[in-house]
């Protein structure tokens, strides 16, 4: 389906890991953009990380040094690793693609909580 689907939240203590998974189908998911966002309560939705057809990586300032975004283009799938996670970082995280000529797709979105 054209809409990603996304995997891998739950919850995990401070300082732990998790890593999320994005799948999407389609023959022209190699060029697509691929990004992560997160929206927690009371917050507006905002850009954790994207990851372009080349590779190119970009990261909001808060998760620098902690995430890291990759993509597998012969599985579809783009990933977020997110190590020394913090109660901050406690939202449900969506995935979005963006597709040439045919405009943005969000996923359902997963929760992550971190929480002692």
């Known amino acids: 389906q054209v809409r990603p689907v996304e995997s891998g939240g739950g919850l995990v203590q401070p300082g732990g890991s998790l890593r999320l998974s994005c799948t999407a189908s389609?023959?022209?998911?190699?060029?697509?953009?691929m990004s992560w966002y997160r929206q927690a309560p009371g917050k507006e939705r905002e850009l954790v990380a994207s990851?372009?057809?080349?590779?190119?990586?970009n990261y909001a300032d808060s998760v620098k040094g902690r995430f890291t975004i990759s993509r597998d283009n012969a599985k579809n799938t783009v990933y977020l690793q997110m190590n020394s996670l913090k109660p901050e970082d406690t939202a449900v995280y969506y995935c979005?693609?963006?597709?040439?000529?045919?405009?943005?797709?969000w996923g359902q979105g997963t929760q992550v909580t971190v929480s002692s």
């Open positions: 389609g023959s022209t998911f190699s060029s697509n953009l």
């Open positions: 979005k693609r963006l597709m040439s000529g045919s405009g943005s797709y």
């Open positions: 990851i372009t057809s080349g590779g190119t990586t």
